[in-house]
């Protein structure tokens, strides 16, 4: 199957700099599972139009951090006598109403211990995703209270690639790697170009993630390259 770019709903920037990614025959095999999956009538988290929510809310030439997540959320919540999916397309992420998941809450202590920000009642990032933060998922998309069951569709050689993207044609951005799976990416990424910010994972499973001043040195760095940092109470 070859791939007509104008087909892939994603902003022209991005396409541009994802053009061999996006034709590729891997590429066309994520398609067709996808497609696949659809046939068979499985609930697809993040809904198709928030697949690549996180490309559509961050433009290449804003991107200043990537936030690196693993999974889309595989469930919902009922709110207002209706079901919303917690996936929305952006790593840790979750719509408003949506109950804030563990590994968020765990952020939000973190961003209260190292810079006195006063959590808020949602978990939606999307403000975070306009000011330069590309809050990426390695797979893309999930079936419906089954974690991982799209991890075959080849969709972390397409992030990986996002990845190996950004470092090789952007500077001075700021790579979030938190836990075992994420810190394997440093390997993606030029050091000496960007900076690479590790910890354990946020989750409530892992110790050490709050007071690790993550996000103290993300804006530190930010300040030295740029006007200013994230705006990270911006919620």
């Known amino acids: 199957m070859s791939i007509n770019l104008q087909t892939i709903k994603m902003p022209n920037d991005w396409k541009v700099l994802l053009k061999d990614e996006l034709t590729s025959a891997y590429f066309a095999d994520i398609k067709a599972h996808y497609i696949n999956a659809l046939h068979k009538k499985e609930v697809i988290y993040p809904k198709g139009s928030d697949t690549f929510a996180a490309f559509w809310l961050t433009p290449v030439d804003s991107v200043k951090v990537v936030i690196l997540g693993q999974d889309p959320y595989h469930g919902s919540a009922f709110v207002q006598g209706r079901h919303i999916p917690q996936a929305m397309g952006l790593s840790f992420s979750v719509p408003h109403g949506v109950p804030i998941p563990p590994s ?46 799209h991890k075959h569709f080849g969709w972390e050689t397409f992030t990986d690639g996002v990845i190996k993207a950004l470092s090789a044609h952007k500077e001075h951005i700021v790579f979030m790697l938190w836990g075992n799976y994420a810190k ?17 994972h946020p989750s409530p499973l892992a110790r050490g993630f709050v007071g ?17 940092g994230i705006a990270w109470e911006q919620l």
């Open 104 to 149: 968020l809450q765990n952020i939000y202590k973190e961003l209260a211990q190292s810079l006195h920000i006063t959590p808020p009642q949602h978990g939606d990032l999307s403000s975070w995703a306009r000011q330069g933060v590309l809050l990426l998922n390695a797979i893309l998309s999930v079936r419906a209270q089954s974690p991982a069951s």
């Open 212 to 228: 690790s001043g993550v996000f103290v040195e993300a804006n530190a760095y930010l300040a030295a390259h740029y006007a200013q």
């Open 184 to 200: 394997k990416k440093a390997a993606l990424i030029d050091a000496s170009k960007h900076k690479i910010i590790t910890a354990p």
